[in-house]
């Protein structure tokens, strides 16, 4: 039986995702057999069409005020970047796990050739995994970026686990490189994987770093 105490685990999915991928289900799986609460909170806000991180991370806000205590909160990819944002804007977290973060998420969004289109046309079709099919990304996102640069000079004081894929053209493994060098609080797993980190060796790793946060 799960104790009112037990700290809830809350899983935040990537871009262009849902609460169903594979990294979702496996902590799902996890929280089960180890009697955690477990939340994983769709983050295609308000839709998928008029993205905002701003929608995403007040929604993950708003969520953690319903729960007892500090949960440990897990992030791929966006996700992982709306975790950091949560924990910048004060939220109370035991820990987090981060998966291949998407570290500087705006700057990048805003410098990336491969969004250079995005950019010029205000609009891009992109394939979305958990409605596997395409969908049409409105300009929503561009314009709330502006309120999520500068980010390299957040300090997040949380107990925080990374793990990032050597392999990663995603997010390069730099990124979190650099989050933890300027993050004591902050560990690095580097992993022969790419930003899936669906590799037997990363759901390894993922599971070490679930144990350890709910043994802190």
Known sequence: ??????????????????????????????AARHGVPFLAPDLNLPSFETLTVTAQVEAVLALLGTLSGPPVLVG???????????????AALRSMVLL???VHFARRRQQ?????EYRAQRRMVTF???????RLLGPELLEDLPH?????????????RILHGRLDDVVPVAESEAYAQRNPEASLHVLED?????????LAALDAALVASFTL
Do not use: Q
């Open 128 to 134: 979305h995994f958990a409605a596997n099919r395409l």
């Open 148 to 160: 999520w640069l500068g980010d390299e000079a957040w300090r997040i004081p949380v107990p925080t």
């Open 76 to 90: 791929s990819s966006l996700g992982g970047f709306v975790a950091t944002a949560v924990a910048h804007r004060g």
């Open 194 to 202: 790419d930003h899936g980190l669906l590799a037997p060796e990363s």
């Open 100 to 102: 291949a973060p998407a």
């Open 1 to 30: 039986m799960v104790s009112e105490s037990t700290p809830a685990l809350v899983y935040l999915h990537g871009f262009a995702s849902g609460p169903e991928g594979n990294k979702a289900r496996y902590c799902r799986d996890w």
């Open 112 to 116: 990336s050739a491969a969004w250079a």
